[in-house]
């Protein structure tokens, strides 16, 4: 599907986007991939050595959830920036209640479009985001920029 700049208007929302249930395995193989191994998001006895209740996911891990679900409407070629903001923790759900917290630890992104305007010869959005867990706690702000024929 090819987003037309022409029909775009600020305030439109963009398509909203809800990640799989964010999970332990999830979580090392981020950080695998990463390089990333930070006690916090793994080890449950550092977890527990420094008072928190489990381990947290790593801020990037959820920074990419956003950038699909922007790529998943705004084809990557045309992205021109992409920032965010964090805001709070998101911890995995728990295998062993899996079926009680089914959509917990789930990510939704939503957003609008918050500009229009012309840079360097081409027609661009500004797109403001927002990811929320399933209770609504807000855990990363930011904005994306799209070049759009």
């Not at 916090?40 to 801020?59: C, K, N, P, Q, Y």
Request: proline share 3%.
């Amino acid at each position: 599907m090819t987003i037309n700049f022409d029909a775009m208007n600020v305030g439109d929302a963009i398509p909203v986007y809800t990640s799989a249930p964010i999970t332990r395995t999830q979580l090392v193989r981020y950080a695998g991939a990463s390089g990333d191994f930070n006690p916090l998001h793994h080890d449950e006895s550092f977890i527990r050595a420094i008072g928190m209740d489990t381990v947290i996911a790593h801020g990037m891990f959820i920074m990419g959830i956003a950038g699909e679900a922007i790529t998943s409407w705004i084809d990557n070629k045309n992205l021109r920036k992409f920032s965010v903001h964090f805001l709070s923790m998101t911890q995995p759900v728990n295998l062993d209640d899996f079926e009680q917290t089914k959509g917990r630890a789930t990510i939704t992104i939503s957003g609008k479009v918050a500009e229009k305007y012309e840079e360097n010869g081409e027609r661009r959005i500004r797109c403001d985001i927002m990811a929320r867990d399933a209770q609504g706690s807000r855990k990363l702000k930011g904005f994306f920029i799209a070049a759009l024929p």
